[in-house]
Structure formats: C-alpha cells, structure tokens
C-alpha cells in the first residue's frame, strides 16, 4: 500500500479506483487490481 499527501493523481491511473473514507482517513481501493491500493497521511 502507498502511503501519499495526495491521492488525487493516484485515482486517475485505473479505471476501478474507489475512493473511500474509513475510519477519518481516505483510502484508494481497487478490487480488480490491488495493485492501487493507497492511503492519504
């Protein structure tokens, strides 16, 4: 999982990212690829 200060660049690159709030923090999920995983900190 990547670690960014942004994750807006990140959503852009496959077309199944989700971006998600959990917990107070934004994650990026991809079901297809898990590959994209990221969280904004």
Do not use: E, H, W
């Not at 960014?4 to 959990?22: H, Y």
């Not at 107070?24 to 900190?41: L, T």
Request: glycine fraction near 8%.
């Amino acid at each position: 999982m990547k670690i960014t200060n942004s994750l807006k660049a990140l959503k852009g690159r496959d077309r199944n990212n989700r971006l998600v709030r959990r917990k107070g923090r934004v994650y990026i999920i991809n079901k297809q690829n898990p590959r994209f995983k990221a969280r904004q900190g």
